[in-house]
């Protein structure tokens, strides 16, 4: 029996139908999540059932998506020694496409470098989120022992803990930013911590043990910032070419430098809400902070829970500050 033309014609069409809806659906470019498998640094660039972060990074540098990595918990290595390259190949971590890496929290995974002279993320011109998870045992030459972002993308962190990272130089003359080096564009702190982190040449000029920005504005709010060195100046944040930088409920104490061993250049950063204290070398330097917080206040130094706003919550150790200045010292 003949089917009616109608309903020949809804036969007819149902194939398109669905491969149009599938295509909307799964646009080319889309956003993609890649779940790293193994801590170790091997692999044969596809993220696939054995799938470390190196693989999964390759996957996402040559997809046009702003793409999702996910890491397990433990220790995730930096183990590939060879030629400096920016391809992903060897050493740090090259990041070349748009994306977040995730983690199971900022004490239970750590992107650790284990080769002398490699940093352990190097940014190349993209916006890059890290979240929930520790950056450490990167040895940088030049800039950024933890993290460096020569380029004018925005950085983000978020629960994030940058620490017991180095900057070396190949010239012997400067070196800037172990923690952290943003050179352009825009950087993002939130609930996080930066500490121990500093130099590893003698002798070398060097800057910002824990955040060296150099035109790039900042933005940096719940997040402790402690314990970082610098031979030269600005223990804590290097501030090089007076740039618009915003300190929320943060904690900026027990860093040392000659100079600044908190905040070198501090004249065009916006305080609320924070402590800026007990910095080996001085609290601040190079003009007067714009104070959003209220009148200055001295007392003695000690530890207790941060009064802060109920978000996420920070990495351990972050939700406890310094409330109290020594001798010198502001509390804001």
């Known amino acids: 029996m003949r089917q009616p033309r109608n309903i020949r014609r809804m036969a007819f069409g149902l194939p398109l139908v669905v491969a149009w809806v599938l295509a909307i659906a799964s646009p080319a470019g889309a956003a993609q999540t890649y779940t790293v498998t193994q801590l170790t640094d091997d692999g044969d660039g596809v993220c696939d059932d054995t799938c470390s972060l190196r693989d999964a990074l390759d996957t996402a540098n040559s997809s046009p998506g702003a793409d999702t990595i996910v890491l397990p918990a433990g220790t995730v290595r930096i183990d590939q020694s060879g030629a400096d390259e920016d391809n992903d190949t060897f050493g740090d971590f090259d990041i070349k496409g748009t994306v977040t890496i995730r983690g199971q929290g900022a004490t239970a995974t750590t992107v650790q470098s284990f080769v002398p002279n490699q940093r352990v993320f190097d940014v190349r011109g993209v916006d890059f989120t890290l979240q929930d998870l520790g950056v450490a045992g990167g040895t940088g030459i030049d800039q950024g022992g933890g993290i460096r972002d020569m380029f004018d993308g925005q950085l983000t962190l978020e629960r994030v803990a940058v620490h017991d990272n180095s900057v070396g130089t190949d010239n012997a003359v400067f070196a800037f930013g172990s923690g952290i080096y943003k050179s352009g ?142 001798r010198g010292a502001a509390s804001r």
């Open 185 to 326: 564009g825009s950087l993002i702190v939130s609930d996080s911590a930066i500490y121990n982190n500093g130099s590893l040449s003698p002798g070398t000029n060097f800057y910002g043990g824990g955040i060296y920005l150099d035109t790039a504005s900042a933005d940096i709010e719940n997040t402790t910032i402690t314990g970082n060195k610098a031979r030269s100046a600005s223990g804590g944040i290097h501030n090089n070419h007076s740039n618009a930088v915003t300190l929320a409920f943060d904690t900026i104490a027990g860093n040392s430098a000659p100079s600044a061993g908190g905040i070198a250049d501090p004249s065009h950063t916006r305080i609320r809400s924070s402590i800026i204290a007990a910095n080996d070398g001085g609290n601040c330097d190079g003009g007067p902070s714009q104070d959003q917080g209220g009148q200055r206040r001295r007392r003695g130094l000690r530890l207790q829970p941060a009064q802060r706003r109920d978000r996420d919550g920070p990495v351990a150790g972050a939700s406890r500050r310094y409330t109290g200045a020594g």
